[in-house]
Nanobody, 126 residues
Framework: QVQLVESGGGVVQPGGSLTLSCTASGGSLSTYNVGWLRQAAAGAGREFVAAISVNPSMKYYADSIKGRFTISRDNAENTIYLQMNNLKPEDTGVYYC????WGRGNNDSPSGYGFRGQGTQVTVSS
């Protein structure tokens, strides 16, 4: 069973940058579409952020982060990245990576993803 582990979160000022990593153990990520979701606060719903297909040229982004975030994959490193630039306070939350579950939801909806990791906290604050 492939398990996902997120890293790279932290505290950053508005306008700053962070790169999140999603690394797989127990198998290869190269055959999965993978997405990033975020949750602003405990009890809040999860929001779709970005996703990348097995074909790395196919990417999906939420409108709220288009032009600021870039998703990429490195199959040799078994890792999915989320480069986040020009961060805003509203980007604060716990970021999760998760595998696309076919037959559930859409490519750009949280319900389309499962088997998420434990998450990494991103805080954007001055």
């Amino acid at each position: 069973q492939v398990q996902l582990v997120e890293s790279g979160g932290g505290v950053v000022q508005p306008g700053g940058s962070l790169t999140l990593s999603c690394t797989a153990s127990g198998g290869s990520l190269s055959t999965y579409n993978v997405g990033w979701l975020r949750q602003a606060a405990a009890g809040a719903g999860r929001e779709f952020v970005a996703a990348i297909s097995v074909n790395p040229s196919m990417k999906y982004y939420a409108d709220s982060i288009k032009g600021r975030f870039t998703i990429s994959r490195d199959n040799a490193e078994n890792t999915i990245y989320l480069q986040m630039n020009n961060l805003k306070p509203e980007d604060t939350g716990v970021y999760y990576c998760a595998r696309r579950i076919w037959g559930r939801g859409n490519n750009d909806s949280p319900s389309g993803y499962g088997f998420r990791g434990q998450g990494t906290q991103v805080t954007v604050s001055s």
